[in-house]
């Protein structure tokens, strides 16, 4: 049919687009952190040599059996509950059959009808402050497949290779409702979502190790229409980044379609990043038919009451809720709130520190100031950090204490990450303290009002402010070693 091909119509003007409202909806797939899979016991791990943690179940060898794992229930009932889902008292395996060369056993053990949770919802809060809900229709539970490898060995121009190793890793499945209306608010949700997910325990959502996976549904509709558009999904997007552009692109791709005039197919489609274009990989004409039918080998899931209770009592508390205490008990602003639940080792981190200083909010400033600084420095997380969070908090405790001023922890900080010493054992060996003794301070107080008759007369006049200036020469003299309330105390009693 050469010469038949049409060529596609241009991607849309950012006028076009306007006419028109995007509607997505996500499918997030969540790798469960359980110790073992989700159906025997193999090692759910990532890593591995290849093709070593399988056994006969995993593998799909004919007679092997299913056994559900307890542990795998429960994060999943974690990961419900922190979306504000209904936990199902009775949910159905049901097998999903389809042939690829990574699924051995020829069918994909998933939840189809009767899935764990549904109904939940997750606010995101958009650039002007609004907070926006978005649905969760269903969370349902699943084996994952195998991994192929189509490039990277000497003769992979003729064979691919598989690894059986990831075959029955537990998966949740996240399916929101079509509720996004923009890529901003799709990157929000999945924000949302995986720091849910990461604050429970229930996955670490490393999407370098594939333990996140979205796709999205797209479509676009005229703006004011009530019906939806034929909606196109997007399948592996493996980065946030990704997500956003794919989504962009796609908005583009179907107001471009729909402006010259054509019609868009329904279909399932491939992001490359490469171009930052999305391509056609299958029809819905050839779309699989999965033939789901319930799970012979294993009796539906049941969850009691006492047993919802029980897990419900053991949920940690979420992003939303910490951000929250985090401005009402702390006094912080919501910005550093944000900043510091940005992951859940951060917020831990931080809690830590703020507790042993007796000061929250100077907690705040030098976990997201100098500390940050230092980590980012140095490459590392805050799980890496070398400053345990209780010495960071002395350090503080320090400085409100009286012992230190701000300028010789700052100088004191860079030495305990380097060495993962404790401040006062700096402080010792290298003679740092702030200087609090009168005699000594009372002197140089004295030079600094001699030397600056001008300032003096301003005070006296009524201009209090002035001691600030004073204070600061007090500072500089003693090359940041004053405690700046001993000097501003000894100030007030000699300028009257
Ligand atoms: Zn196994």
Same mark, same amino acid.
């Given at each position: 049919m050469k010469g038949m091909a049409t060529a596609a119509p241009p991607l849309a003007t950012p006028e076009q687009i306007a006419l028109y409202e995007p509607v997505i909806g996500l499918e997030v797939h969540v790798q469960l952190g359980t110790r073992t899979k989700i159906f025997c016991a193999c090692p759910n791990e990532f890593g591995a040599a290849p093709n070593t943690n399988v056994c006969p179940v995993c593998l799909g060898l004919p007679g092997a059996l299913p056994v559900l794992n307890q542990q795998a229930v429960e994060l999943a009932m974690q990961a419900s509950l922190a979306l504000h889902c209904e936990v199902r008292g009775q949910s159905v395996f049901a097998r999903?059959?389809?042939?690829?060369?990574?699924?051995?056993?020829?069918?994909?053990? +998933?939840?189809?009808?009767?899935?764990?949770?549904?109904?939940? =919802?997750?606010?995101?809060?958009?650039?002007?402050?609004?907070?926006?809900?978005?649905?969760?229709?269903?969370?349902?539970? #699943?084996?994952?497949?195998?991994?192929?490898?189509?490039?990277?060995?000497?003769?992979?121009?003729?064979?691919?290779?598989?690894? /059986?190793?990831?075959?029955?890793?537990?998966?949740? #499945? %996240?399916?929101?409702?079509?509720?996004?209306?923009?890529?901003?608010?799709?990157?929000?949700?999945?924000?949302? &979502?995986?720091?849910?997910?990461?604050?429970?325990?229930?996955?670490?959502?490393?999407?370098?190790?594939?333990? &996140?996976?979205?796709?999205?549904?797209? +479509?676009?509709?005229?703006?004011?229409?009530? *019906?939806?558009g034929t909606k196109v999904e997007i399948k592996n997007l493996n980065s946030f980044r990704f997500l956003k552009q794919a989504i962009d692109f796609e908005i583009a791709r179907q107001v471009g379609v729909l402006e010259a005039g054509g019609a868009i197919a329904q279909e399932t489609r491939l992001y490359n990043p490469d171009v930052d274009e999305t391509?056609?990989?299958?029809? *819905?004409? $050839?779309?699989?038919?999965?033939?789901?039918?319930?799970?012979?080998?294993?009796?539906?899931?049941?969850?009691?009451?006492? =047993?919802?209770?029980?897990?419900? @009592?053991?949920?940690?508390? &979420?992003?939303?809720?910490?951000?929250?205490?985090?401005?009402?008990?702390?006094?912080?602003? $919501?910005?550093?709130?944000?900043?510091?639940? @940005?992951?859940?080792?951060?917020?831990?981190?931080?809690?830590?520190? @703020?507790?042993?200083?007796?000061?929250?909010?100077?907690?705040?400033? =030098?976990?997201?100031?100098?500390?940050?600084?230092?980590?980012? !420095? @140095?490459?590392? $997380?805050?799980?890496?950090?070398?400053?345990?969070? $209780?010495?960071?908090?002395? /350090?503080?405790?320090? %400085? !409100?204490?009286?012992?230190?001023?701000?300028? /010789?922890?700052?100088? %004191?900080?860079?030495?305990?990450?380097?060495?993962? #010493?404790?401040?006062?054992?700096?402080?010792?060996?290298?003679?740092?303290?702030?200087?609090?003794d009168s005699g000594e301070l009372e002197k140089i107080v004295e030079g600094i009002i001699a030397a600056n008759p001008k300032q003096v007369e301003q005070y006296r006049a009524g201009k209090t402010s002035v001691i600030q200036f004073f204070v600061g020469q007090a500072m500089k003299a003693t090359r940041g070693q004053a405690n700046p309330a001993a000097v501003s105390e000894i100030l007030r009693q000699k300028l009257v």
């Open positions: 999903k059959n389809y042939f690829y060369p990574d699924l051995p056993k020829g069918y994909q053990i +998933s939840q189809y009808d009767r899935p764990l949770a549904e109904h939940g =919802w997750v606010e995101i809060e958009l650039p002007d402050g609004a907070v926006k809900r978005i649905g969760v229709t269903r969370l349902h539970m #699943e084996d994952d497949a195998g991994k192929s490898t189509h490039d990277g060995y000497r003769d992979s121009s003729q064979y691919s290779y598989v690894d /059986l190793n990831r075959t029955g890793s537990p998966l949740a #499945e %996240i399916v929101s409702e079509p509720d996004m209306r923009s890529s901003d608010e799709a990157f929000l949700y999945l924000t949302e &979502l995986k720091l849910a997910m990461q604050f429970t325990g229930v996955s670490n959502c490393d999407m370098e190790k594939g333990n &996140l996976r979205c796709d999205a549904n797209v +479509s676009v509709r005229k703006r004011g229409a009530e *019906k939806f391509f056609s990989m299958r029809s *819905k004409e $050839e779309a699989h038919d999965y033939r789901y039918f319930p799970e012979p080998d294993l009796v539906p899931l049941a969850v009691s009451g006492e =047993w919802l209770a029980r897990v419900k @009592a053991s949920m940690p508390e &979420l992003p939303a809720g910490r951000r929250k205490r985090f401005v009402s008990e702390h006094g912080l602003r $919501e910005y550093d709130a944000q900043v510091l639940t @940005a992951t859940r080792a951060l917020a831990d981190y931080y809690e830590v520190a @703020a507790k042993a200083s007796g000061d929250p909010r100077m907690a705040a400033h =030098w976990v997201t100031g100098d500390l940050a600084a230092l980590l980012k !420095a @140095a490459g590392k $997380e805050v799980e890496e950090c070398p400053v345990s969070p $209780e010495r960071l908090g002395e /350090l503080i405790a320090l %400085i !409100a204490g009286g012992e230190l001023t701000g300028k /010789l922890a700052k100088e %004191i900080l860079p030495k305990m990450f380097e060495t993962g #010493e404790a401040a006062r054992a700096i402080m010792e060996r290298e003679g740092l303290k702030a200087m609090s």
